[in-house]
């Protein structure tokens, strides 16, 4: 069975950084694009970031010169460098990957909590 894993995410000062993996566990045939969404109460879930197999990446304006996506392969883990965090950068953050089992599917992790005070 497959899983996305988030060990976790932090509480952080305005201005600090984080940096939460999400590791993809189970059997399963590749890895195409993961990225990270973000959800706050009473607001739509919002992407924060994609990364294509391929390596192209796609960043919200919100997080643009702040954020950065990458992924270590061998290790099935994407990471979402957070830097110069904000207050209205607290939400749950959802690691997501497109995955081929049997078939190509969209999994989930089950989030992790990002919460900076100002």
């Known amino acids: 069975q497959v899983q996305l894993v988030e060990p976790g995410g932090g509480l952080v000062q305005a201005g600090g950084s984080l940096r939460p993996p999400c590791a993809v566990s189970?059997?399963?045939?590749?890895?195409?694009?993961m990225g990270w969404y973000r959800q706050t109460p009473g607001k739509q879930s919002e992407m924060v970031s994609t990364?294509?197999?391929?390596?192209?990446?796609t960043n919200a304006d919100s997080v643009k010169g702040r954020f950065t996506i990458s992924r270590n392969n061998a290790k099935n883990t994407v990471y979402l460098q957070m830097n110069t965090l904000k207050p209205e950068d607290t939400a749950v953050y959802y690691c997501?990957?497109?995955?081929?089992?049997?078939?190509?599917?969209?999994?989930w992790g089950q989030g992790t909590q990002v919460t900076v005070s100002s």
């Open positions: 997501t990957a497109t995955i081929i089992v049997r078939g190509m599917d969209n999994y």
């Open positions: 189970g059997s399963f045939f590749s890895i195409s694009a």
């Open positions: 990364l294509t197999a391929g390596g192209r990446i």
